[in-house]
């Protein structure tokens, strides 16, 4: 019972880090497993899991609310499960991802209950806000993050409950050799999903080759993960430094003056960037998003400004409005922005101003952050947690948890500093450089990563037959062999770029995409026609 309440508020705070903080970005499957591993008592067996399901995981994220498997809860009870199941490690790791990755995919129809729950919610905040009622809309906002840990936590509590008892111990004693065989070429497959998921969002057509950097540091140098990283911030800030593009975000052009009066205390930003840090989107919604997160955020600044209670209800009003954009790169220069804004008296402008931004700024966040500096970092951290090394999830813990904060505040204090044409338009700048950088160094690593995580090589042979001294002589040959000699890690290259077409091409959903790998893995690996490595001697 201790066992299944540690791992339910494991469970919840996952969900509350990926929506406010972003500490340690626990709701990623890497962090969720890892900790769930130790909640267990099975540490090995939790970074394993967890590191397998983070390698499906890329390239995933819930860009405009999208519902996705639900990957944290997975790694969480398929840790839970797994660790009651009979066998080694290996036949452990087995059953996890077994029960863990289908549980991620059924889940998932459990999220848009929460989400409508607080959707109905935001009503409610709108009733407060009409009368000013900061302490109401306070409570509301908060009260929302219940329905987003309610179709997690339950299900979670759910399953350690069952792993707790003999139940799960039986069952899996009688599970066949061939299918642990199966599933642990079907988890070695699935990283496969993650990369081509990834290649789909990035501009392949346009840096191809850059890829071909990556594979052959690995495949020809011998060169480890780290240095092929290396390799590729040198070779995106050489790209960066001869090509650069620089987009700027269109604002739209006022007459009202927009220089900062010293209104405000440094307590009050303080408090307006705490709020703002804590709790951003604990109670996204269909309807308005974002809105009630930014509109509690900039709420003691209102209340300041505006002391004619018809001002602050105004104020309350115009930021409930429906807001979206990368919380991480996008919100907090926006929010600084706004507050400059009303405390030069120019609301029209902070309204307008946000309108303009977060568009432009949620599609350059999300590509930075989501879609390539988490895919590069935790597919290292992942990397290093197959190899049973626990340095993986610190190093993704620590890479999550001082970049995340120090460009959070600086984008805060720039634009407030700053005011809104350098915001939009330095800002915009920068950040599409940083943008193309990612994207160099994004396909550099991808390069070398693909063959050193996709892990793949096939058993079977064929008898070739050869004249010796006039004599005929009939001898075994391991295809994979012919294969190294051809290209080396050619099977990995070409599942992902299989999977890839699927996607791509074929424009099969990511969870059909999963089902068929791990369908195929399954299959091939009972049968005992490939394996995710040659066989000992």
Excluded at 70 to 95: K, N, R
Excluded at 154 to 178: E, N, Q, Y
Excluded at 199 to 204: N, T
Aim: charged share 10%; hydrophobic share 55%; glycine share 10%.
């Amino acid at each position: 019972m201790l066992v299944a309440l540690a791992l339910t508020i494991w469970a919840i705070y996952c969900t509350y880090d990926g929506l406010g903080p972003f500490l340690i970005y626990a709701q990623r499957p890497l962090i969720a497993g890892s900790v769930a591993g130790l909640i267990t008592g099975h540490p090995l067996l939790g970074l394993l899991i967890g590191a397998t399901l983070e390698l499906a995981a890329l390239g995933v994220y819930t860009y405009g609310g999208a519902t996705i498997p639900d990957y944290q809860t997975g790694a969480i009870v398929g840790t839970a499960l797994a660790a009651g199941a009979a066998g080694d490690v290996s036949a452990q790791v087995a059953v996890g991802i077994g029960v863990g990755l289908p549980a991620a995919i059924l889940l998932s129809a459990l999220d848009p209950v929460g989400k409508m729950v607080t959707t109905g919610l935001v009503h409610r905040a709108d009733s407060y806000a009409a009368d000013g009622n900061a302490r109401g809309m306070a409570m509301i906002h908060w009260v929302s993050l219940v329905p987003w840990v309610a179709v997690r936590a339950i299900p979670t509590f759910l399953a350690a409950l069952a792993a707790s008892g003999r139940l799960v111990k039986d069952i899996t004693a009688s599970i066949p050799a061939g299918f642990v065989q199966g599933m642990t070429l079907a988890g070695s497959l699935l990283p496969a999903v993650g990369f081509a998921l990834l290649l789909g969002m990035m501009e392949l057509r346009r840096y191809w080759y850059l890829l071909l950097i990556g594979f052959v540091g690995f495949a020809y140098l011998h060169l480890p993960v780290l240095g092929i990283a290396l390799i590729g911030v040198a070779v995106a800030m050489l790209f960066v430094t001869l090509k650069r593009e620089e987009p700027a975000i269109a604002v739209p052009e006022t007459t009202e003056e927009s220089t900062v009066d010293p209104r405000l205390t440094k307590q009050d930003l303080k408090r307006v960037y705490r709020r703002y840090f804590w709790a951003s989107q604990i109670s996204w919604n269909y309807e308005r998003m974002q809105a009630l997160g930014f509109a509690y955020a900039m709420e003691p600044v209102l209340r300041r400004l505006y002391p004619e209670k018809a001002d602050y209800v105004a104020g309350l009003q115009r930021h409930m409005q429906f807001f979206n954009t990368s919380v991480l790169v996008g919100g907090p220069l926006i929010l600084g922005s706004t507050v400059a804004l009303e405390e030069a008296g120019t609301p029209k402008s902070a309204a307008s101003t946000k309108v303009a931004l977060m568009g432009p700024m949620a599609g350059i966040g999300d590509t930075v952050v989501f879609a390539l500096y988490n895919s590069i970092v935790f597919t290292m951290a992942a990397s290093w947690a197959l190899q049973g090394n626990w340095l993986g999830p610190a190093f993704a813990a620590v890479m999550v948890l001082v970049p995340y904060a120090l460009v959070r505040r600086w984008q805060f204090g720039f634009a407030y500093r700053e005011g809104k044409r350098l915001a939009g338009h330095l800002a915009a700048g920068a950040l599409a450089r940083v943008a193309q950088g990612a994207t160099v160094l994004g396909f550099v690593v991808l390069g070398g990563f693909i063959p050193s995580i996709v892990k793949v090589v096939t058993t079977l042979t064929y008898r070739q037959t050869t004249t010796v001294q006039g004599q005929p002589v009939t001898q075994s040959v391991a295809i994979q062999d012919r294969l190294d000699e051809l290209v080396p890690f050619l099977l990995p290259v070409l599942v992902t770029a299989g999977v890839y077409l699927l996607t791509a091409k074929a424009r099969l959903r990511p969870v059909w995409v999963i089902t068929i790998v791990v369908v195929a893995g399954l299959v091939l690996g009972w049968l005992g026609w490939f394996a995710p490595a040659p066989a000992k001697s």
